[in-house]
């Protein structure tokens, strides 16, 4: 929140790059960055403000809205006990800067968000689905999703087709 | 002796007449294996079934093993993804015959409070269920009552029939008549043997 002692840090870290406080019902400590910051304003808030820790790396997707999906940073420091959260807009297709430089430990947050959202993130090394099977095609968490799902037993039913296949082959047609 | 109804004249000479089916059957319905395939919660009060407060041991199948190679009786219990499901009915194509399936609370039976892309609508659409037990959890009373279910739909079973039969003609349950009808990909999957099972290497 602006006029705090957290906000004096995060605003002199951030000096040169753009953003804006938001105020959210929780209270926490929220702003708003231009993709094109996002890794810039990331490296100094690890470097020069002391977060040294990524609570959470996620996304949400506002479907009517353009750009569609908000990526969430939110980021802890030890050494003053304070949180800060970092909203950034993005466009599908768009791809995310990955802090994973910073932060080993958000790797599987990101793989998570690719997973669920179909968000790319540049620099990580191994971002490939987390939960759902790897040849699973499409993006669970997406608003135009549907909850019951696309086919969901798709999967299965190759495996199980390709299966009977070598038991049978005189079988499978 | 239950089920096995003994001719009564000829028991005071040490032995007795009964139906061989009425004899094969008993012997399946009192040494039912299961194979604990628990998928999340309902494997808890499974344990509990197992353990000795329920005592399984009261009806036989407190014998759980880990590989399905010597268990007959499968015991789904909790929420079975499409994840899982390759890995689920492997298990059961593992088990040798005669084997069982007991969908085990809401989850496996109907995909429970789970309406979702990631989570099977219930397991009957890719195993044959003998009985589904509802509740989430169900308590250990209802799994163990719908054992006993179990034990007498075991009952009813034909398998001389079957063996007479020879293979192809009755279903791989051995009851020798459809004792339930699932939808067609089950009918289907139903009807496809193993390799291992010598009815496959008929031709």
Redesign the interface.
């Known amino acids: 929140m602006p006029g705090t002692i957290t906000s004096e840090r995060v605003d002199g870290a951030l000096a040169g790059i753009e953003h804006r406080w938001l105020v959210h019902r929780d209270g926490l400590p929220a702003l708003e960055l231009d993709l094109a910051g996002l890794a810039h304003a990331l490296r100094a808030l690890k470097e020069r403000a002391g977060f040294e820790s990524a609570t959470f790396v996620t996304a949400v997707d506002r479907l009517p809205r353009v750009p569609r999906f908000e990526l969430v940073h939110q980021l802890f420091s030890l050494a003053h006990n304070e949180r800060v959260r970092l909203h950034t807009r993005l466009a599908d297709g768009e791809n995310a800067p990955s802090c994973t430089q910073l932060w080993p430990g958000a790797a599987y947050m990101e793989r998570e968000c690719y997973d669920m959202f179909g968000i790319r993130f540049e620099g990580h090394v191994g971002l490939k689905r987390l939960l ?2 790897e040849e699973f095609e ?1 993006h ?1 968490l997406r608003k135009d ?6 086919e ?2 798709r ?2 039913r190759e ?2 087709k390709k299966r ?1 296949a070598e ?2 082959p005189e ?1 499978a047609r | 002796m239950g089920a096995l109804k003994p001719v009564p004249e000829t028991r005071e000479d040490g032995f007795f007449a009964t139906r061989i089916d009425a004899l094969i059957n008993w012997g399946r319905k009192n040494s039912l294996w299961p194979m604990p395939l628990g998928l999340s919660c309902c494997g808890i009060e499974l344990m509990a079934m197992l353990g000795p407060k329920f005592d399984l041991a009261r009806f036989g199948a407190e014998a759980a093993r880990f590989s399905p190679r010597q268990c007959d009786l499968l015991v789904v219990a909790g929420t079975l993804t ?2 899982m ?2 890995a689920a ?1 492997l298990v059961y194509d593992q088990m040798p015959e005669p084997k069982w399936v007991i969908a085990m609370g809401v989850c496996s039976s109907t995909g429970g409070m789970y ?4 989570v ?1 609508q219930g397991v009957d ?2 195993l044959p269920v003998d009985v589904y037990v509802p509740g989430c959890p169900p308590r250990p009373d209802a799994v163990i009552d719908a054992i006993l279910k179990l034990q007498t739909k075991i009952e009813r079973e034909r398998p001389l029939a079957r063996i007479l039969a020879g293979p192809g003609v009755s279903d791989e349950r051995g009851t020798g008549a459809r004792t339930y009808q699932p939808n067609d990909a089950v009918r289907k ?1 139903v009807y ?4 291992h099972d010598p009815r ?1 290497r008929k031709g």
């Open positions: 759902m099977p499409h669970p999703f549907p909850h019951q799902g696309i969901p037993d999967l299965y495996w199980d009977r038991w049978h079988a | 499409w994840k499901a390759a009915r309406d979702s892309y990631a099977v659409s890719i999957s496809d043997l193993h390799p496959a």
